[in-house]
């Protein structure tokens, strides 16, 4: 696609409850990132990936958060038991190669635990 | 990553020339200033980024101090389009260091009629 496609674009989600985000890259970007945003802050490093690989996910604040990307493409980041602090903004960013300077960021799924 | 500092709000009238600072004291030498924006209800863009050089592209200029501790972002003829909050961020060279950026909460600039 011609851009970072994220779904969906909103959830609301009942404490305790699991949720799924997905995020379909740039077709061919090896770089896949997920941030998390709260509100009126900036952006948050939660993960990345090269490929399918898991390289960094020193920003996932608790066990509760899980993210993968099995083939390489398409990602998921997954919250378990979901708390009213997981409340924010979750982005996805891809970028074509590791050394490239630039990322492009999809639209966000905007999670809101009620 | 070395810190950035950024007002938090800045106004600039339509068609004038806005520029944003951005103080990063503690840079170190192979690190490298970015600027981002994002408008509300979409994902940050990226609009440029140097190491010492200033840089020009079509969306803006970076100017980067000698001693590399601070930077300017210049929008040239701001539109009413360009209303976002631009963010400031340093890191190393992306072919050694390909992950995270640190964002910070950037500057609100508002482009005025």
């Known amino acids: 696609g011609a851009g970072v496609s994220q779904s969906p674009r909103y959830k609301v989600a009942k404490r305790g409850q699991d949720v799924a985000l997905r995020c379909d890259p740039i077709s061919g970007h090896v770089s896949l990132f997920w941030y998390q945003q709260a509100l009126g802050q900036g952006p948050e490093f939660l993960t990345y990936f090269q490929n399918e690989a898991q390289l960094d996910k020193s920003g996932l604040p608790s066990d509760r958060f899980f993210a993968e990307r099995p083939e390489g493409s398409v990602s998921t980041l997954k919250i378990q038991r979901t708390q009213q602090e997981d409340s924010a903004v979750y982005l996805c960013?891809?970028?074509?190669?590791?050394?490239?300077?630039?990322?492009?960021f999809g639209s966000g799924t905007r999670l809101t635990v009620v | 990553d070395a810190k950035t500092t950024q007002p938090t709000s800045m106004d600039c009238a339509e068609g004038r020339a806005a520029n944003l600072p951005c103080n990063h004291s503690t840079i170190s030498g192979n690190e490298y200033v970015y600027w981002y924006r994002q408008i509300h209800s979409q994902g940050p863009q990226y609009i440029i980024h140097?190491?010492?050089n200033n840089e020009t592209n079509e969306m803006a200029s970076l100017i980067i101090t000698e001693d590399r501790k601070s930077s300017t972002l210049i929008l040239p003829h701001a539109t009413l389009r360009d209303t976002a909050v631009y963010y400031c961020?340093?890191?190393?060279?992306?072919?050694?260091?390909?992950?995270?950026?640190?964002f910070g909460d950037g500057t609100t600039l508002t482009v005025k009629p």
């Open positions: 960013a891809s970028s074509l190669a590791p050394g490239d300077y630039g990322y492009t």
């Open positions: 961020i340093v890191r190393g060279n992306p072919n050694t260091n390909a992950g995270k950026s640190t």
């Open positions: 140097g190491l010492k």
